[in-house]
């Protein structure tokens, strides 16, 4: 996609958003997400390569659903445990800082994974370094990287990998 193309697109995704979150549109609003939109997209014009360089596929539309699943899945999972953990003070928490790897190359891929974590409650996206992530876990229960890796990467990776490369 040329540069310009992409700058309209994200307009009016930015643009869209702002309206959705805004309900009912009425004339300030749209003036407002015109405006906001169109400082984010001269605010962050450099970082802007990170969503141009991104690949779409057809295979990306069914990964980007399974991954918004296993993200909704993930995300009632750990709300249950921490809510236990509040209402239970019995329950052990084992709160540290752990390292993990990942597999995706695709700088947003690493982002979109960052916050999807981020989100999880009981994780926290400390640090990315690399391949690494560092990791704030309510709970640890895994000891080395791989485990780590296993219990809180993988499960959204596999979407990524597809959606982003």
């Known amino acids: 996609m040329k ?8 307009f009016f995704v930015l643009l869209g958003m702002w309206l959705l979150l ?22 962050f ?4 390569a990170t969503v141009t360089r991104s690949r779409l596929s057809i295979k990306a539309v069914p990964n980007a659903l399974a991954f918004a699943a296993v993200f909704l899945l993930e995300l009632f999972k750990s709300n249950i445990d921490v809510a236990l953990r509040v209402l239970n003070p019995k329950l ?4 540290g800082i752990v390292k993990v790897a990942t597999t995706l190359h ?21 640090e990315t370094e690399g391949e690494h992530f560092y990791i704030h876990w309510i709970d640890v229960s895994a000891g080395d990287v791989e485990a780590a890796s296993s219990a809180i990467v993988r499960k959204f990776e596999r979407y990524l990998e597809v959606m982003f490369g």
């Not at 695709?106 to 409650?121: D, E, F, K, Q």
């Open 3 to 10: 540069k310009p193309t992409v700058y309209i697109l994200l």
């Open 22 to 43: 805004t309900m009912p549109v009425n004339l300030q609003e749209l003036i407002a997400g015109i405006m906001v939109a169109a400082s984010v997209l001269v605010l």
């Open 92 to 95: 052990p928490i084992r709160p």
């Open 106 to 126: 695709s700088p947003l891929g690493r982002i979109v994974l960052a916050n999807a974590i981020t989100l999880t409650p009981g994780t926290l996206t400390v």
């Open 45 to 48: 014009r450099k970082n802007i």
